[in-house]
């Protein structure tokens, strides 16, 4: 992680954010998962946010934050109801740099502060080290139909008992 760059800022999603969040999902998915996905497994997944007015009445739905640098969003997270963090997704060109840590932080203590005792998240395959640096533990292998497509994730839950620290 490059310790100079400044930590971002954080603040809710808002609907003229649509466009720029369906892009970050789409980056993110085409630059960050190739690894994992093959191309037609990634344009299904993509496809979530062909109609950015339905990706964003999801993500208006949930509670959404966004991570921004210097004013310009560089990431994004959703928190479905009190316990499943539903998405996360970094702009490419951010990778790394701290700011998936920052948002899914976000989201762990807007659970606890809503009196949830566990943190669920399907985590992709290219996801799941990530998940398990911040103490999530695997449950169980899935595979979700998408546009024709199977794309396997990984149910995984983080406890977050009085015992276990707030991020
Ligand atoms: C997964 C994702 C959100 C991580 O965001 P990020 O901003 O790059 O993560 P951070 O910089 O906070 O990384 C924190 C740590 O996880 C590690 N990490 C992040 N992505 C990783 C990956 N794909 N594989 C292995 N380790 C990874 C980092 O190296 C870092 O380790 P460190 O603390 O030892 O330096 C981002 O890669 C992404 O958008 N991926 C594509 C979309 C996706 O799969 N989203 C999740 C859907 S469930």
Known sequence: MNASLAKPTLR??????????????????????GDDYDEAQRSAWMAGAADEASFAKRLAAQTTLLAL???????????????????????PEAAGE?????????????????GAKILNVD??????????????????????????EWLANTKMAKALDAGSKSP
Do not use: C, H, W
């Open 123 to 148: 985590a992709s395959d290219t996801a799941l080290p990530f998940f398990e640096k911040l103490g999530f533990k695997p449950q169980f292998r899935q595979s979700i139909a998408l546009e024709g």
């Open 69 to 91: 640098r210097d004013g310009e969003p560089v990431g994004f997270v959703s928190l479905k109801g009190n316990d499943l963090l539903d998405m996360l997704y970094v702009r």
């Open 98 to 114: 701290g700011v998936g840590t920052l948002l899914a932080n976000a989201a762990e203590t807007l659970a606890r502060g809503r």
């Open 12 to 33: 809710p999603f808002l609907p003229q954010d649509a466009a720029v969040v369906a892009q970050i999902f789409r980056d993110a998915i085409e630059d960050l998962t």
